[in-house]
Every structure is written in C-alpha cells, then in structure tokens.
C-alpha cells in the first residue's frame, strides 16, 4: 500500500517510513478544533489536560495524556508541546516525533494522518530531487550569463562566487644533524655524525581560483580570473555532492575538480500549493546535471 503522505510502499496501518495513516482515514483535520480533541499517536482518542505532580508534590505542571496509547505531550512554551512519552516505544510516531517539540497546528495535522513542517520539507525536497533528475530542471540565474551560447543552447544556471580547487603534491622535507656534539666554545658545537634528512610527498587540496560557474542544457562552463574550464556534461564520469560544493571527475581530466561556495544561492522548491527555499548543495546540482543528460538522451 502506498503512502499518501510520502508515497513509501508499505502494509499496516501506518507508514514506517514517515508515521501517516495508510488508509481508512482523511490525511485533513477539520477547520475547527483543539490539537487536543485527538491523538496524534494512536488517532482514537481525545487527549486529557491534567497536572502532572513533581518531587514531593513541591512542583506541578500541564500535561496532556491520552488513556488508550499513554502518550503524553507537556507544554513548551509559544502553542508548542513536547512528545514526552509513550506506552509502546515501538510506535512509528514515536520513532518519528519522540522527544520532539512541535506546534499544536502541526500534532492536530500528525492525528490525521500527515506529517511535521521539517519532515513536510524533507518529503518536498526529495520529490523534487526525483523531478529534477527525470528532466524537469528549474532554471537558476542569480546574474546575467556571461556565456557565449551556442545554437539549441540554454543557460540554466549561473552561479557566481565559486570557489575551483584541485589537489596537488605538496612535499615536505624532515631533516637534522645526527651523532653526538661537543662544546667548543660559549654558543659553539661540534657535530660528530652527518647530515641525516627525509622527504615526504602528499596532496593537498588548493585553492586555483574563483569566478562564475555556469550550467547549460550541454556543458558546465567555469570562468575565473585566472583559468577558464569548459566541458561537455557527456564527459562526466562521476560526481561527488557536498553540503556547499560538488567534485566533478571527466573523461581526460586526470585531477578531479572541486566547485565550492554554491550555497552562496538559493533555490525556490515548489510542491503543490507550498514553496521553500534552500540554499543550492553539491546535492541538488548533480541532480540537475543528471536530470540535463537524461533530457538529451
């Protein structure tokens, strides 16, 4: 059965995977109403505000609990309420949303059946991944191209402020005098050994330069001050996602190429009737790259 909520393959009642209902119920809350008039862990019952009593009895406070599952969710402040607990650990909901504080808004969603605001967002972003890399990939142009385009050729995506890296040998030598030394004079020292040094080798990623990269419906275009690197996306062999830049190895390129600072612009993700914007990742960018070629093919 698939998951209206994350479109997961799964049996039961609830999804594994994000903690919805599979079916039976409505994913929607009604228009009116408390957070509190249902669960959000086991959908049956209505929760109860009673006050919890602390060491002692010194100190109280609000909770809400609910008599059939045990959930228990206490107030945090600003219409937020923390999951606390729960009879069955094992409950998806638990797995998903314990120890979690969230608003009353989104509980009253998760009682019928939908998910957190964050996990809506993940949910979003990993469609629109899946989107991008069947074909259907926005366009992103923070400045104006700089590119000469050939015909049948679109800018996709300009990103200026890019950092290009590549790795290279770096060696450094270990070295001194060997034996024992005699004192001759106040500040002066007679070694008997020689001379005894060791070089090491090792690689270091550097910085090459900085300028615009440049993504078109055909190639990846790097204009810097120093350098300029222009390939065909046909010519890529593999690609490494970072948080804030890509590595990219290509047929006759022996030294592989990092592109970073691509969180310097955002994107605009929009599913359905909700939008969120995200900065651009190594991630999103090979997607695109992807999602180019498989137009083409």
Not at 174 to 200: D, H, N
Not at 203 to 210: A, F, G, L, R, Y
Request: glycine share 12%.
């Amino acid at each position: 059965m698939r998951c209206p909520a994350c479109g997961f393959e799964d049996e039961g009642r609830y999804c594994s995977n994000c903690g919805g209902l599979l079916a039976g119920e409505t994913k929607t809350a009604p228009a009116k109403g408390s957070w509190s008039d249902r669960c959000p862990v086991c959908r049956a019952n209505p929760l109860a505000e009673t006050m919890s009593r602390g060491f002692l009895g010194l100190t109280s406070r609000e909770v809400y609990s609910c008599p059939g599952c045990g959930a228990t969710f206490t107030p945090a402040g600003n219409g937020s309420f923390r999951f606390s607990g729960v009879a069955d650990r094992s409950n998806p909901v638990w797995k998903n949303y314990g120890k979690q504080t969230l608003t009353g808004d989104e509980w009253r969603r998760i009682a019928y059946g939908g998910v957190s605001d964050a996990r809506q967002r993940e949910l979003d972003l990993e469609y629109a991944l899946e989107k991008i890399q069947q074909g259907f990939v926005p366009e992103l142009r923070v400045e104006t191209n700089a590119v000469l385009l050939k015909r049948g050729e679109r800018a996709v995506a300009v990103i200026p402020g890019v950092t290009l890296k590549e790795p290279r040998s770096v060696r450094t030598t270990y070295g001194g005098g060997a034996g024992p030394s005699f004192r001759i004079a106040k500040g002066v020292y007679f070694r008997t050994g020689g001379f005894a040094a060791r070089s090491e080798s090792h690689e270091e990623i550097k910085v090459i330069d900085s300028g615009t990269l440049t993504l078109t419906n055909r190639r990846m275009v790097f204009t810097g001050g120093k350098r300029t690197i222009n390939f065909p996306l046909g010519k890529i062999v593999g690609m490494e996602p970072y948080r804030d830049g890509i590595a990219v190895n290509r047929d006759g390129k022996q030294r592989t190429e990092y592109y970073t600072g691509l969180d310097n612009v955002h994107l605009t993700i929009r599913v359905d009737d909700r939008s969120h914007v995200v900065p651009l990742s190594g991630m999103i960018l090979m997607c695109m790259v992807q999602g180019l070629i498989n137009s083409e093919e």
